[in-house]
């Protein structure tokens, strides 16, 4: 078992930035990919960072440019930099760890951690 606990989240302006960064705990040696979910008010939960085992990462439309993802597996911490936030960043932050690869991580992840609120004022 793994489990992921976030932080670094709050209140920020627009145009502002946070850091958010989750420490994995457990059975961490078996962890592949991992990545960071959101979830805004009354929408869907979205993939919004992915990073593999061997550092490639890969973004969604909205924060490529913006955000940056990174792991350290020595201090088995995952990381997202989120640079230029708008409004719609809004969302709670969840991290996500799969022991199995990239493609289960994007459709169902294995391990989650129980989220960071990140608010966004205009």
């Known amino acids: 078992q793994v489990q992921l606990v976030e932080s670094g989240g709050g209140l920020v302006q627009a145009g502002g930035s946070l850091r958010l960064s989750c420490v994995a705990s457990g059975s961490t040696f078996g962890i592949n990919a991992m990545g960071w979910y959101r979830q805004a008010p009354g929408k869907e939960r979205e993939l919004a960072a992915t990073?593999?085992?061997?550092?490639?990462?890969d973004y969604e439309d909205s924060v490529m440019g913006r955000f940056t993802i990174s792991r350290d597996n020595a201090k088995n911490t995952l990381y997202l930099q989120m640079n230029s936030l708008k409004p719609e960043d809004t969302a709670v932050y969840y991290c996500t760890a799969d022991t199995r690869g990239m493609l289960p991580l994007r459709f169902s992840p294995e391990y989650w951690g129980q989220g960071t609120q990140v608010t966004v004022s205009s």
């Open positions: 990073i593999s085992s061997g550092g490639t990462t």
